[in-house]
């Protein structure tokens, strides 16, 4: 049967590989902007870090898009020396061992500095991961960056194609939902979940909870 010429079609909606350009726009557009804007704490955090004498920046290697790696940009809030302290620490402090093979973090953490505390607590070492944003490597909202290490090892055949499905972001549903509050396995069934369920609309959610998770501080080691 003939549709007539006087009854109005739904409008489609964008495909996918629309949708995905369009948040790869907004990425770009948004990261430029909170650059420009936040220029001024930058410059602030780039001084007080380099207090100690070491670099500011650090570039940490992690899987990306399609498996692609990457140097993950953050604010450096480690002692310079970081990785032979944590060889040392793990070696004397069994339960400490244990807590890094769990969940890679420390709750006591003799590696960081002072101003570095106070930039984990607030999120405000990763803010250099704007520069990754605009070049492409990650996204305003995704799964948490990894190391391959991590992927290979805890995320399985399902959980490793959801995440390599998705450029990791800056934010994400492990950042929202109670960050190191949550245990590994809840932190890859929530990149499953965003792979699964991305939309805009899903990114948009994540945003607007972002500013009051991270000043709620639930979570952040």
């Known amino acids: 049967m003939r549709v007539p010429a006087t009854v109005a079609r739904a409008p489609a909606l964008p495909s996918r590989h629309a949708a995905r ?4 726009g907004l990425d770009v557009l948004g990261a430029g902007l909170l650059l420009l804007i936040l220029a001024p704490v930058l410059l602030l955090v780039l001084g007080a870090v380099c207090l100690d004498g070491g670099p500011a920046l650090y570039r940490h290697r992690r899987v ?35 807590d890094w093979d769990t969940r890679r973090k420390l709750t006591n953490d003799p590696r960081v500095t002072p101003i570095g505390a106070v930039l984990r607590a607030t999120s405000l070492d990763e803010l250099p991961q704007l520069v990754n944003v605009l070049v492409g490597d990650m996204s305003l909202v995704g799964p948490r960056p ?11 055949v399902v959980g490793k194609a959801a995440y390599l499905a998705a450029r990791p972001g800056i934010t994400g549903l492990w950042q929202v939902s109670g960050r190191s509050d949550t245990s590994y396995r809840e932190r890859v069934a929530l990149d499953i979940r ?3 369920d991305w939309s805009l609309l899903l990114d948009v959610q994540i945003l607007l909870r972002t500013i009051p998770a991270v000043l709620a501080r639930r979570g952040a080691v």
């Open 64 to 98: 990306g898009l399609a498996g692609r790696r990457f140097g993950c940009m953050k604010f450096r809030t480690m002692m310079p020396a970081a990785d032979e302290l944590l060889a040392q620490h793990l070696a004397t402090n069994p339960a400490a061992a244990k």
């Open 146 to 156: 990894v190391v391959a290490e991590e992927l290979h090892r805890h995320y399985g």
């Open 194 to 196: 965003y792979a699964t």
């Open 21 to 24: 350009l369009l948040k790869r």
